[in-house]
Each structure stands twice: as C-alpha cells, then as structure tokens.
C-alpha cells in the first residue's frame, strides 16, 4: 500500500484553467503539507494542515486554495493557472511536532508535475 | 528565521570516490537536522537524521555529524555508486516545528 498517494500524477492544461491535485495517506498522520517544487528542484512549503485545520499559509496567491476534508486527506485546487504555476506539487504528512525528540519525518508522495501551456 | 544553506551543485563523482555535501544552518537552539534524498522521478524520502549536537545519523553507507561549534551537519559517504545519484536535500524544523524548512538540493552524479 502506497503511504501517501497523490493524483493525478501529470496534468497538462492551458492557462487561465482550473485544475485540482488530490492527496490521500494511510500512515495515520495528523498533519499534511503541500510542497512546491520548481526547475531548478527548490523546495518550498505552500500549506499544512493540522487534524483538518490550516496551520500554514506561506505567502500562496489566493487562486491556490487547499482543503482538508478529514485529516487523511488534503487535496489542492488551483483558479486561472499561469504560466509560472508549472511545478511538481509534493504532498506530505509528518507526526507533528516535528521539534526535537518527536520522529520528524515527513512522508512525500511520488509528486504532480503540472505544465501550464 | 532558522535556514540551512547547502553547497551548488551539480556534483559529478566517478564510483568509488568519496562524497562530501555542505551543510550549514542558522536557528535558535538545537533543532533536529535531516538529510533526504529525491532519486529520478520520485518523492523525497528521508535519508538519515540527527537529534542533537554531536550525534551522528548513519543510513545506507551515508553519515552526517550534527556539529554544533562549526552549525554544519555535512553528508559523506566513503564509496558512491551509480545508484547514489540522485538530489540531496539537508532540512530542519522551523515554523515553530510545524514544518520543515530545505536547503536548495544539491544533485550529485556518480559516474562508471
């Protein structure tokens, strides 16, 4: 069984779509992340979620809009894509905190590679 | 607020040869520091960690030392091999442990 599952695996759209990424994990985690990661493989976190609740919102233009609809799953929703939202989208899930003493791993998914044409 | 700063690459190695990446962090107190690794086309997955100063994370032939006189917690390895190539990622807590901050990947290379 896949831990943490993402679909779909590659999305191909035009701009100015809207486009959805679903993140599902079976380890029993309280808390999931979106990670974004561009070209040149620079990570960067967009949100987490603690047991449904936004924890994290790093600076994430509106049109990205996150939604956890238990704590098992965290899914992503992008409104009028642009060219410089082609990435690969990372979801993630971690026993928090991750401070020292608590395991600290985070769980990836395999990751979406979104290319906005 | 707490950062890591990792060595550019790319790295190209021949097999056998012995690996070191840099690593650097800046943070308040002693947090736990990773290492991951992203092989081709795959998510990262957790390479080996340390939990406190002086004590050394060891996985797969892999070693880093959490050296807190010198804030580094560098990754060798003594002999890469093919399959060691891949993109590395040295990382830490911030966000007041609600998530994980990464340095910028450093892509290593192992040639035959």
């Known amino acids: 069984d896949t831990a943490v599952s993402q679909t779909p695996k590659y999305l191909v759209t035009q701009m100015g779509n809207d486009k959805s990424i679903k993140c599902e994990q079976n380890l029993g985690h309280d808390t999931m992340y979106w990670y974004k990661q561009d070209s040149k493989k620079f990570l960067k976190i967009m949100f987490s979620?603690?047991?449904?609740?936004?924890?994290i919102n790093e600076t994430v233009p509106n049109r990205f809009s996150p939604k956890s609809p238990d704590k098992a799953h965290l899914n992503l929703h992008i409104n009028s894509l642009e060219l410089g939202d082609s990435a690969v989208y990372f979801c993630a899930s971690s026993v928090t905190p991750l401070t020292s003493g608590s395991p600290g791993e985070l769980f990836f998914g395999e990751g979406s590679r979104l290319t906005v044409l | 607020g707490d950062s890591v700063t990792q060595m550019e690459g790319p790295v190209t190695l021949s097999e056998e040869a012995f690996l070191t990446i840099n690593c650097t962090y800046t943070?308040?107190?002693?947090?736990?520091l990773f290492w991951y690794v992203q092989y081709p086309g795959e998510g990262l997955q957790l390479l080996l960690k340390?939990?406190?100063?002086?004590d050394k994370g060891s996985n797969k032939g892999f070693e880093a030392t959490y050296r807190k006189e010198t804030t580094s917690f560098h990754l060798e390895k003594g002999s890469v091999q093919v399959s060691d190539s891949a993109v590395y990622f040295c990382?830490?807590?911030?966000?007041?442990?609600?998530?994980?901050?990464f340095g910028t990947g450093t892509q290593l290379k192992v040639e035959l």
């Open positions: 979620y603690n047991n449904k609740e936004l924890i």
């Open positions: 943070a308040t107190g002693y947090p736990s």
């Open positions: 340390a939990t406190k100063a002086d």
């Open positions: 990382a830490l807590p911030s966000g007041g442990g609600n998530k994980l901050t």
